[in-house]
T-cell receptor, first 111, second 113 residues
Framework: GENVEQHPSTLSVQEGDSAVIKCTYS??????FPWYKQELGKRPQLIID?????GEKKDQRIAVTLNKTAKHFSLHITETQPEDSAVYFC??????????FGSGTRLLVRP | GAGVSQSPSNKVTEKGKDVELRCDPI?????LYWYRQSLGQGLEFLIY????????KSGLPSDRFSAERTGGSVSTLTIQRTQQEDSAVYLC???????????FGDGTRLSIL
């Protein structure tokens, strides 16, 4: 079945710098890749997603890139702000439509 | 409703008791998912429904876990004879259809004493 690995597990950046989180997946049939942000004690919130027919997608300061050949995808946050501090999860949707999640990245943006 | 609603928000129970968790999806969403999140961990898939049927139950940890969905709307997750390792946050998500973005509820924090 699908397996998703996520790196790094923790990431600390200075406010204004960029942050990059990377994920790899194992099942070449996976075709939908969302990213969720989870603040402490809160629900995971969908922040951006990408389908396998697209290589890159942007939404203001957030972008996601997908390399189907290498089976990896990345989240890029530019001009980070303290309110970006949270745990970020990547996921891949397998052929039976369930999401397989990465283990999460704890992002800390230092003011 | 405006979002996915889960109840109760917190549940504390003794080992060996049965518990029932409820999820009310976003109106019109046909797909409904249950996940489990242990403290400081990622999300673990349990089961999903498309309409009232459950095409994938592969994530249920044991036969003590069951779920149902009636009327294509509300779902209940039942855990029988609870064990301490069942302590976690149980999250529900819904989607317009099974290949569409999933939106999560606030979860039920289950604590087994």
């Amino acid at each position: 079945g699908e397996n998703v690995e996520q790196h790094p597990s923790t990431l600390s950046v200075q406010e204004g710098d960029s942050a990059v989180i990377k994920c790899t997946y194992s099942d070449s049939a996976s075709n939908y890749f969302p990213w969720y942000k989870q603040e402490l004690g809160k629900r995971p919130q969908l922040i951006i997603d990408i389908r396998s027919n697209v290589g890159e997608k942007k939404d203001q300061r957030i972008a996601v890139t997908l390399n189907k050949t290498a089976k990896h995808f990345s989240l890029h946050i530019t001009e980070t702000q303290p309110e970006d501090s949270a745990v970020y999860f990547c996921a891949a949707m397998d052929s039976s439509y369930k999401l397989i999640f990465g283990s999460g990245t704890r992002l800390l943006v230092r003011p | 409703g405006a979002g996915v609603s889960q109840s109760p928000s917190n549940k504390v129970t003794e080992k060996g008791k049965d518990v029932e968790l409820r999820c009310d999806p976003i109106s019109g969403h046909t797909a409904l998912y249950w996940y489990r999140q242990s403290l400081g961990q990622g999300l673990e898939f349990l089961i999903y429904f498309q309409g009232n049927s459950a095409p994938d139950k592969s994530g249920l940890p044991s036969d003590r876990f069951s779920a149902e969905r009636t009327g294509g709307s509300v779902s209940t997750l039942t855990i029988q004879r609870t064990q301490q390792e069942d302590s976690a946050v149980y999250l529900c998500a819904s989607a317009v259809y099974s290949n569409q973005p999933q939106h999560f509820g606030d979860g039920t924090r289950l604590s087994i004493l």
